[in-house]
């Protein structure tokens, strides 16, 4: 069974600068999708950012970037200028690409906080 | 309006009530979940469902059951509530090669 896991339960970075969240899995699958969601304390859960497994290329989005590694099975999120906003709980998650049900399996959450 | 509606927002409720989270969705999405969130847990898959006719169990259905009365409709239902299900409940909604759409959530308290 595929596992997610979060080894950071919290994270500080100061304003302005740059933060890396740990994400690693276990799979014996090749191909699978892979999110990082965050959930301020608003409490709703917002898609940050999604890459497919058979992409070399690592997903951008604004400010926010990811390091995959495949064969280490690893996958980062890098938030750049961190700013007060991205304070949340950020979530791992990874999909089978072979699995029609699109079950997510998910990390325990990592809790950042944004010094001023 | 929300793409994923929950209701009721926030709901107290006593040990051995029944009660029901309701989900409705504007997505068009044929897939529908009920997660559980606990602190350091992440989150937790209760049940899931294709349409009308499927539905599934998730990892931590037992005390729990679902209805899908439609295609944007999914509600969850506690049938005998305890103090231990006391949590955050999210309904989501998924579509072939995306991610999920949440609902803002449920904060359930058993007391």
């Known amino acids: 069974a595929q596992t997610v896991t979060q080894s950071q339960p919290e994270m500080s970075v100061q304003e302005a600068e740059t933060v890396t969240l740990s994400c690693t899995y276990d799979?014996?699958?090749?191909?699978?999708?892979l999110f990082w969601y965050k959930q301020p304390p608003s409490r709703q859960m917002i898609l940050v950012i999604r890459?497919?497994?058979?992409k070399q290329q690592n997903a951008t989005e604004n400010r926010f970037s990811v390091n995959f590694q495949k064969a280490a099975k690893s996958f980062s999120l890098k938030i750049s200028d961190s700013q007060l906003g991205d304070a949340a709980m950020y979530f791992c998650?990874?999909?089978?690409?072979?699995?029609?049900?699109?079950?997510?399996?998910w990390g325990a959450g990592t809790k950042l906080i944004i010094k001023p | 309006d929300a793409d994923v509606t929950q209701t009721p927002r926030n709901r107290i409720t006593k040990t051995g009530k029944r009660i029901m989270l309701e989900c409705s969705q504007t997505?068009?999405?044929?897939?529908m979940y009920w997660y559980r969130q606990d602190p350091g847990l992440g989150l937790r898959l209760i049940y899931y469902?294709?349409?009308?006719?499927?539905?599934n169990k998730g990892e931590i259905s037992d005390g729990y059951s679902v209805s899908r009365q439609a295609q944007a409709k999914f509600s969850l239902s506690l049938e005998s509530a305890i103090p231990n299900q006391t949590a955050l409940y999210f309904c989501?909604?998924?579509?072939?090669?995306?991610?999920?759409?949440f609902g803002s959530g449920t904060r359930l308290t058993v007391v």
């Open positions: 997505k068009g999405h044929d897939r």
């Open positions: 989501a909604t998924s579509a072939q090669g995306r991610g999920y759409t």
């Open positions: 799979t014996s699958e090749s191909d699978y999708y």
């Open positions: 469902s294709f349409d009308v006719k499927d539905i």
């Open positions: 998650a990874y999909r089978s690409a072979w699995d029609s049900n699109y079950q997510l399996i």
């Open positions: 890459q497919e497994a058979y």
